[in-house]
């Protein structure tokens, strides 16, 4: 499918050259009192009253050139990194476990229905055989992917979370699995602790960040200096793992 192109909208109705770039935008007329640019996922959208002339609309747009050209290539940029992160959901796909690549490889038909999910022993490079046939859907793919993801996440941070809880001396109480879409973990004063299960995807080094920050939380329920002081005592590079969180993307699962 060809990738769009964000600098033109797809319900482009005019456009514009800004610098040496033609733009088309969606163009509407509305009750605001002013011209208005919203830069959207789709492209360059600009709002005007029905008394402003074309021309003036025409001159505001070469007045804010820079900052629409700036602001579609952010977008872009975003789009292509999504691209990027997409799982093509088949036999031989990669999607990053723990910080390094994992293939996904369905089994042959006689076993598919028959076996379970697991990471193939002796295998050169990390490798899931997924207990389905080579005839699976990408939709049955990516909930056998995830099960077992959810299995592995429920294990790991609960050996992570004995492991730090011992080193803050702190208890947890209770692990539950989270599928936010920007928030890692959270912790509640009663001990229950929330962990996205996406996590799995980094690092274990970053993990444990997670980790260790929640559990840190149990002693202090606030961002302030003692908290951070609670962390650094556990995990004394907790800066560079706390910025990996913002910087590498994990896969889309769609």
């Known amino acids: 499918m060809p990738k769009p192109d964000l600098l033109t909208h797809p319900r482009a109705n005019r456009e514009t050259t800004l610098g040496h ?6 163009f509407k007329r509305s009750a605001r009192r002013t011209i208005g640019f919203s830069i959207k996922p789709e492209g360059l959208v600009v709002s005007a009253p029905s008394w402003v002339a074309l021309k003036a609309i025409e001159a505001a747009l070469q007045e804010k050139a820079v900052w629409i050209i700036q602001k579609l290539g952010d977008v872009h940029e975003r789009h292509q990194s999504l691209l990027a992160n997409e799982i093509t959901w088949a036999d031989g796909a990669q999607l990053p476990y723990l910080g390094a690549p994992l293939t996904l490889q369905l089994l042959p038909p006689s076993l598919g229905r028959r076996a379970t999910s697991a990471l ?7 490798t899931l055989q997924l207990a389905l046939s080579g005839d699976a859907t990408p939709a049955q793919m990516r909930q056998a992917t995830q099960r077992w993801l959810l299995k592995e996440a429920q294990a790991h941070f609960t050996q992570r979370l004995d492991h730090f809880a011992l080193q803050l001396q702190v208890n947890w109480r209770s692990l539950s699995l989270s599928n936010a879409a920007t928030r890692w973990g959270s912790a509640r004063i009663d001990g229950s602790i929330r962990l996205n299960w ?4 980094f690092d274990p080094a970053v993990i444990d960040y997670v980790v260790a920050h929640e559990l840190s939380h149990l002693r202090e329920m606030n961002h302030s200096p003692r908290f951070w002081a609670t962390v650094r005592s556990v995990m004394p590079d907790y800066a560079a793992l706390r910025q990996q969180l913002k910087v590498v993307s994990v896969p889309r699962w769609s």
Do not use: F, K, S
């Not at 770039?21 to 969606?26: D, L, M, N, Q």
């Not at 996406?198 to 995807?201: F, I, S, V």
């Open 21 to 26: 770039t033609v733009v088309g935008y969606e």
């Open 198 to 201: 996406r996590l799995m995807h």
């Open 120 to 126: 193939l022993p002796g295998a050169p490079t990390p």
